[in-house]
């Protein structure tokens, strides 16, 4: 039984790259969540999907960010035009019911 | 504003001492779930129990232990006899805005077990 993986578990990128990161949730869980977690501090909503739809956005996703999930499996979070302030931890879960089960993270460094 | 609020920043205790996690949080909501996750020094948040909102029923698992008193909109998190395997940061969080079920976290307690 796999727990959630995602991948790159780290990555440095100079400002204005673009990067992109994936979730592979547990199998046959619907639900899919992004969080970001900066340090210090608890991760922060970023995005929710159930299957393949994307049904809710935080504020604190810029225009920048894009999130998908295509045939309700791995989801993929891009990151455009990358800011100094993007450099976080970047937590994936997935969930059948109410519990949400995480990811390692990709922790992002932007230079 | 509905948050989590987890007063301790850092908590240091020798190994076999008991200690206990407060955590404090506001909501709104009638029907939400509580939860407190783990994140050892490699990243991961593992998941260690729910509690929904109306099962205020105490639950001792092993050395760990909840205590839920929905009057204080409280869930606090007890470690008997402490090891140094469970030096890590904890976070409570509850669930918010409707059927998503997303999180809320507090800032987290960094317990360290010292041998």
């Known amino acids: ?111 | 504003a509905q948050k989590v609020t987890q007063a301790q920043t850092e908590i240091s205790v020798v190994e076999k001492e008991d200690v206990t996690l407060d955590c404090v949080y506001e909501t709104r909501d009638t029907t939400y779930y509580l939860f407190w996750y783990k994140q050892p020094p490699s990243g991961e948040l593992v998941f260690l129990i729910r509690r929904n909102s109306f099962d205020e029923q105490n639950e001792i698992s092993g050395r760990y232990s909840w205590n839920f008193q929905k009057s204080t909109s409280s869930f606090n998190f007890t470690i008997t006899a402490s090891q140094v395997v469970d030096s890590a940061v904890y976070f409570c969080a509850r669930t918010y805005g409707g059927a998503t079920n997303k999180l809320i976290f507090g800032t987290g307690t960094l317990l360290a077990v010292q041998p």
């Not at chain 1, 499996?73 to 035009?81: A, G, V």
């Open chain 1, 1 to 111: 039984d796999t727990g959630v993986s995602q991948d790159p578990r780290h990555k440095i990128t100079k400002r204005g790259q673009n990067v992109t990161f994936r979730c592979d949730p547990i199998s046959e869980h619907n639900r899919l969540y992004w969080y970001r977690q900066t340090l210090g501090q608890g991760p922060e909503f970023l995005t929710y999907f159930q299957n393949e739809a994307q049904l809710e956005k935080s504020r604190l996703l810029s225009d920048r960010f894009s999130a998908e999930r295509p045939k309700g499996s791995f989801s993929t979070l891009e990151i455009q035009r990358t800011e100094q302030g993007d450099s976080a931890m970047y937590l994936c879960a997935s969930s059948w019911g109410e519990t949400q089960y995480f990811g390692p993270g990709t922790r992002l460094l932007v230079l």
